[in-house]
């Protein structure tokens, strides 16, 4: 167990570029979220899969996001024509998924997006 | 509506001092869960602890101890004899019916040795 895995671990891009990032989960973990995190605040729910289905999406994944998660295993978030806004860091997180309300997530470390 | 509030933006302490990290939740739910996160400078979450709206024990473990009370909403969270290896942001959160953690906006805890 290597817990979860994100890359890269930094991004730096100018503003109108297309951005994705990948995560690895914990391997017998069924349910990957995606959080956003700026500077100061806590992280910000964005969407989560359960296993390859893709079951809720927050507002604020604009139309310019997409996250996938292909055979239920790594996922990965795009981001297009990016923005200033859109600089953070993007967390992910994995669980078993036994419970949707008493969950324990496991974090990987992030990737850190600049828009320059 | 779910809401977690951290009023203690940022706190320093000296080594050995206690300091308790303020929580306080919102949820219309009976049922929800409450945690407390660690965030050192390398970046990644790292679990603490999970808490049942049905548990009210308080919970000690190490140096670490909380203290949940409905009646006030509130899961305190307090570090005994702190150490400079403690300093990190801590985030409170609540997962209800919504089956989505949501987070408080953390508490950056500065111990100076």
């Known amino acids: 167990d290597t817990g979860v895995s994100q890359n890269p671990r930094h991004k730096i891009t100018k503003r109108g570029q297309n951005v994705t990032f990948r995560c690895d989960p914990i391997s017998e973990h069924n349910r990957l979220y995606w959080y956003r995190q700026t500077l100061g605040q806590g992280p910000e729910f964005l969407t989560y899969f359960q296993n390859e289905a893709q079951l809720e999406k927050s507002r604020l994944l604009s139309d310019r996001f997409s996250a996938e998660r292909p055979k239920g295993s790594f996922s990965t978030l795009e981001i297009q024509r990016t923005e200033q806004g859109d600089s953070a860091m993007y967390l992910c997180?994995?669980?078993?998924?036994?419970?949707?309300?008493?969950?324990?997530?496991?974090f990987g470390s992030g990737t850190q997006l600049s828009v320059l | 509506a779910q809401k977690v509030t951290q009023a203690q933006t940022e706190i320093s302490v000296v080594e050995k001092e206690d300091v308790t990290l303020d929580c306080v939740y919102e949820t219309r739910d009976t049922t929800y869960y409450l945690f407390w996160y660690k965030q050192p400078p390398s970046g990644e979450l790292v679990f603490l602890i999970r808490r049942n709206s049905f548990d009210e024990q308080n919970e000690i473990s190490g140096r670490y101890s909380w203290n949940f009370q409905k009646s006030t909403s509130s899961f305190n969270f307090t570090i005994t004899a702190s150490q400079v290896v403690d300093s990190a942001v801590y985030f409170c959160?609540?997962?209800?019916?919504?089956?989505?953690?949501?987070f408080g906006s953390g508490t950056r805890l500065l111990v100076r040795p």
């Open positions: 997180a994995s669980s078993s998924g036994d419970s949707a309300t008493n969950e324990k997530l496991f």
């Open positions: 959160a609540l997962v209800d019916s919504s089956y989505k953690l949501i």
